[in-house]
């Protein structure tokens, strides 16, 4: 049957009206985008929440060689993990690795964290993590002398996720790696190899390879140096038994042209420094978490201990 154009018409506009509502007296389009059920938090875990995947940058080994292990974590938007230092509260995903005899297992390396600040009553609470993904690295030794056949590591791993409430997930992995053949050359894997490149350059930069200067004075660490094209720089601490941030997380440091400089006042209790000896950490963020620049600080602190609690000022310095 032949429909002449005024039909058509007329049947376009009647399918067109049947996919709109009436929305405050004018017709809008209805969509059919499909809506999420909300999150059961009752029967989530941190095991739904966070997915673990590990990579090494080699799949063939020679005693003798260093390598690195990729521990990848990849979390459910709108939640999100924590740095080694998580702030006001949290906790960092803990890593319990053994292997073979003759090998050295290092500690895990965090890249740069992001700050997340939270009004409380009169109060602003911070912590430092991750959302969307992150991956800790690893680095692993094997001795000239070690002669298994393959490498064996037993991971176990604990994290805790949180958004508006905090949920543990916890695994245990294993991981081999063959040795490589007899007057072969190790192997590698250009996938993990890939991984590890991405995050290592995301890894805080030691001060002295930055041309950071960082020094005490008084009761204060003092950091200057280049800025490059950043105009925000900030500090936050590391764990630091002992010493703490006398003033609010994080500080703000000025940049005047090309440099920054940054002042962050000190709480030293030697009473509180658990046995360890007392030392001032942190890092220096510079631009976005988008665009992560990061150097870390890391300075002993000696005291003259003058009576039960009271100190001396302290005076040492980190040079460019």
Same mark, same amino acid.
């Given at each position: 049957m032949l429909c002449s154009s005024h039909t058509i018409?007329? %049947? !376009?506009? *009647?399918?067109?009206?049947?996919?709109? &509502? =009436?929305?405050?007296? $004018? %017709?809008?389009?209805q969509t059919t985008t499909p809506v999420s059920p909300p999150e059961d938090l009752?029967?989530?875990?941190?095991? +739904?929440?966070?997915t673990v995947t590990l990579h090494t940058d080699i799949v063939r080994f020679q005693p003798g060689q260093e390598l690195t292990l990729a521990v990848h974590y990849d979390i459910r938007p709108g939640w999100h993990l924590y740095w080694r230092n998580p702030g006001d509260n949290g906790m960092p995903p803990s890593l319990s690795i053994k292997a073979n005899s003759g090998v050295v297992v290092g500690n895990p390396l965090y890249p740069r964290p992001k700050v997340f600040q939270k009004k409380q009553g009169d109060s602003i609470e911070t912590s430092f993590g991750y959302e969307g993904s992150v991956c800790l =690295?690893?680095?692993?030794?094997?001795?000239?002398?070690?002669?298994d056949d393959q490498l064996d590591l037993e991971i176990e791993l604990e994290w805790l996720v949180c958004? +508006?409430?905090? =949920?543990?997930? /916890?695994? $245990?992995r294993d991981l081999s790696i063959p040795a490589a053949l007899p007057q072969r050359p190790s192997s590698m894997d250009p996938a993990g190899l890939r991984l590890i490149k991405l995050w290592r350059n995301r890894m805080p930069l030691?001060? *002295?390879?930055? $041309?950071?200067?960082? !020094?005490? $004075?008084?009761?204060?660490?003092?950091? /200057?140096?280049?800025?490059?094209? /950043?105009?925000?720089?900030?500090?936050?601490? +590391? %764990?630091?038994?002992? &010493?703490? !941030?006398?003033?609010?997380?994080?500080? !703000?440091g000025v &940049?005047?042209?090309?440099?920054?400089?940054?002042? &962050?006042?000190? +709480?030293?209790r030697p009473q509180d420094a658990l046995g360890q000896p007392l030392r001032v950490a942190g890092l220096v963020l510079l631009g976005s978490y988008e665009r992560p620049r990061a150097i870390s600080v890391d300075l002993p602190i000696p005291l003259t201990v003058r009576d039960d609690f009271g100190v001396s000022e302290p005076e040492a310095s980190l040079t460019e």
């Amino acid at each position: 049957m032949l429909c002449s154009s005024h039909t058509i018409r007329t %049947l !376009s506009f *009647a399918l067109w009206m049947s996919v709109v &509502v =009436l929305c405050g007296g $004018r %017709l809008c389009a209805q969509t059919t985008t499909p809506v999420s059920p909300p999150e059961d938090l009752a029967t989530l875990t941190g095991n +739904d929440l966070v997915t673990v995947t590990l990579h090494t940058d080699i799949v063939r080994f020679q005693p003798g060689q260093e390598l690195t292990l990729a521990v990848h974590y990849d979390i459910r938007p709108g939640w999100h993990l924590y740095w080694r230092n998580p702030g006001d509260n949290g906790m960092p995903p803990s890593l319990s690795i053994k292997a073979n005899s003759g090998v050295v297992v290092g500690n895990p390396l965090y890249p740069r964290p992001k700050v997340f600040q939270k009004k409380q009553g009169d109060s602003i609470e911070t912590s430092f993590g991750y959302e969307g993904s992150v991956c800790l =690295l690893v680095p692993l030794s094997i001795t000239r002398s070690f002669e298994d056949d393959q490498l064996d590591l037993e991971i176990e791993l604990e994290w805790l996720v949180c958004k +508006d409430i905090c =949920l543990i997930g /916890s695994e $245990r992995r294993d991981l081999s790696i063959p040795a490589a053949l007899p007057q072969r050359p190790s192997s590698m894997d250009p996938a993990g190899l890939r991984l590890i490149k991405l995050w290592r350059n995301r890894m805080p930069l030691p001060a *002295a390879k930055a $041309r950071i200067s960082a !020094s005490l $004075r008084g009761d204060s660490l003092l950091i /200057s140096g280049p800025s490059g094209l /950043s105009r925000q720089v900030r500090f936050i601490p +590391d %764990l630091t038994p002992g &010493v703490t !941030s006398a003033v609010q997380v994080p500080v !703000s440091g000025v &940049v005047v042209g090309s440099r920054f400089t940054l002042e &962050v006042p000190l +709480d030293i209790r030697p009473q509180d420094a658990l046995g360890q000896p007392l030392r001032v950490a942190g890092l220096v963020l510079l631009g976005s978490y988008e665009r992560p620049r990061a150097i870390s600080v890391d300075l002993p602190i000696p005291l003259t201990v003058r009576d039960d609690f009271g100190v001396s000022e302290p005076e040492a310095s980190l040079t460019e």
